[in-house]
């Protein structure tokens, strides 16, 4: 069973029927075809849903305990779940989250394995960065609720105003006509716009961008770093049995008397 499940034919049939579901349950939004193969969707739908429930089903059978192990057992054996739920109704809200299934993609990919993997292994570092730009953003929202508060009060009235209206700022949306409604009355207004937009989104953001590619080359090395590691490791295994080859020369040229007592 454990040879049958990691064999690459079932690999990639799964990870064909996940995609085929993920397009069925799309296809399930359109009016148009839920009057013409709403059946037929619905029916790819449920066989889609039997194959997962049987794959985690043998998945325990052949792991038994060692399932749990894995988190990633666990990810699949909980979007599986969820599906199985009746979405009828208090739960017909989880019938949305079939689509849910797609992202057993993640799982059953060894590439998106190791990109999860290498973000999860930047959360600490995330954090900090995060935490810093929500300082920067926080510190700016006050000053600007207290500058343009009675300029422009449907963009920096109240603090909350102020956080929404900076945070759309840095993602780049529109802030040249927040500047302009507000350098209207203070044309010096443009210092703090840039001030703010250089270290919010060319500083903090690029820092945020840094830590993960960082984390992803940990985790994933480069083809030359695996070259010269593979490298490496042959030069070692060289140099050890020239080592060994020399201690056998020189026990060899030793007088008897020097020899250890297992030579003599």
Do not use: R
């Given at each position: 069973m454990r040879a049958v499940l990691e064999s690459s034919l079932v690999q990639r049939t799964i990870i064909a029927i996940i995609v085929v579901n993920a397009v069925t349950i799309g296809c399930e939004t359109s009016a148009y075809l839920m009057e013409r193969v709403g059946g037929l969707l619905y029916a790819i739908d449920r066989i889609a849903l039997a194959i997962f429930t049987a794959e985690i089903a043998a998945r325990l059978y052949a792991y038994r305990g060692r399932f749990f192990a894995d988190p990633w057992n666990w990810f699949d054996a909980v979007i599986v779940a969820v599906a199985l739920v009746p979405a009828s109704g208090p739960t017909s809200v989880l019938r949305a989250l079939r689509i849910l299934r797609a992202l057993r993609l993640v799982s059953a990919v060894p590439s998106m394995r190791r990109v999860v993997g290498a973000l999860l292994a930047a959360v600490?570092?995330?954090a900090s960065i995060i935490g810093l730009l929500v300082l920067m953003i926080y510190i700016a929202a006050v000053i600007a609720t207290k500058l343009f508060g009675d300029i422009v009060p449907e963009r920096f009235d109240e603090l909350p105003r102020s956080l929404f209206t900076l945070f759309q700022i840095m993602t780049g949306d529109d802030w040249g006509n927040v500047?302009?409604?507000?350098?209207?009355?203070?044309?010096?207004?443009?210092?703090?716009?840039?001030?703010?937009?250089?270290?919010?989104?060319?500083?903090?953001?690029?820092?945020?961008?840094?830590?993960?590619?960082?984390?992803?080359?940990?985790?994933?090395?480069s083809r030359a770093e695996a070259a010269a590691g593979t490298e490496l490791e042959s030069v070692r295994q060289e140099l050890a049995a020239v080592n060994a080859k020399l201690d056998q020369l020189l026990m060899r040229e030793r007088p008897p008397e020097l020899r250890p007592q297992a030579d003599r």
């Open positions: 600490p570092g995330m500047a302009q409604e507000v350098m209207e009355d203070k044309p010096w207004a443009w210092i703090f716009f840039i001030v703010y937009i250089l270290m919010s989104t060319f500083v903090a953001l690029n820092l945020f961008i840094a830590v993960v590619v960082n984390a992803m080359n940990d985790v994933e090395p």
